[in-house]
């Protein structure tokens, strides 16, 4: 139990503020799961009366998100860091759901709160997330690689690997047929070339899946070729 503590003089309510949330990311972290998380339990540890933690967050949901956020912002520094690292637009982006993927399993609680329960509205997180994925999606239409509308190609990217990091979360127990972080490889290339093609060709324009499978291994020689010659 935290030790009481005086009242706070003026101007030091943004302190308590930050000793509050760090408090909750604390109970967060050695529970695994957002359940511990109540305002009486943020108020004994931080060594404050639970008014006093009401003062800051009106309601344990809002303490809960904003504890989240402060997490989220961490993610948002990595993901333009790591893509200002590399100049080719589709592995700038493929690095950018690579550090989502790996951000998300390494704070399950957080992800969990912020994208994988029901909202009345958009989460800040979620619109933060989605802000980094359409820009390294609209860096590679510029590029000519992707075609289409950015922000409908990162719905879908954004999709793909939302749907990867909550299954694993949710499911650890499954068996898997990949380690994570391989699994995690092959549905961004699955993701990725998959996107690539796709916004070229109409959707009448496939052909039966015997022509499809000729194309497509063609195609497969061709790069494989000139990555040999590119060494």
Do not use: N
Request: glycine share 8%; charged share 25%.
């Amino acid at each position: 139990m935290g030790a009481k503590r005086t009242k706070a003089r003026p101007g030091e309510g943004e302190k308590l503020r930050g000793e509050i949330l760090r408090a909750a990311d604390a109970l967060l972290g050695e529970e695994g799961t957002d359940e511990a998380l109540t305002l009486r339990a943020v108020a004994r540890r931080t060594g404050v009366s639970t008014p006093s933690v009401y003062a800051h967050f009106p309601s344990r949901d809002a303490l809960l998100e904003a504890v989240c956020l402060r997490v989220w912002d961490e993610l948002e520094r990595r993901m333009r860091e790591h893509a200002a690292e590399i100049a080719d637009p589709m592995r700038a982006l493929s690095r950018c759901a690579r550090v989502y993927a790996r951000f998300a399993l390494d704070h399950p609680v957080q992800y969990r709160v912020l994208l994988m329960r029901p909202s009345g509205g958009s989460s800040p997180g979620a619109v933060a997330c989605f802000r980094h994925l359409a820009d390294a999606t609209a860096a590679c239409v510029r590029a000519g690689i992707l075609r289409g509308e950015p922000e409908v190609l990162a719905v879908g990217l954004w999709s793909a690997m939302h749907g990867c990091v909550s299954l694993l979360i949710a499911q650890p127990g499954f068996d898997w047929p990949e380690e994570p972080e391989a699994l995690i490889d092959t549905v961004i290339r699955m993701a990725g070339l998959g996107t690539a093609l796709a916004c070229r060709v109409p959707r009448e324009a496939i052909p039966p899946s015997a022509v499809m499978a000729d194309d497509l291994d063609g195609l497969a020689m061709a790069w494989t070729k000139r990555a040999e010659e590119a060494r």
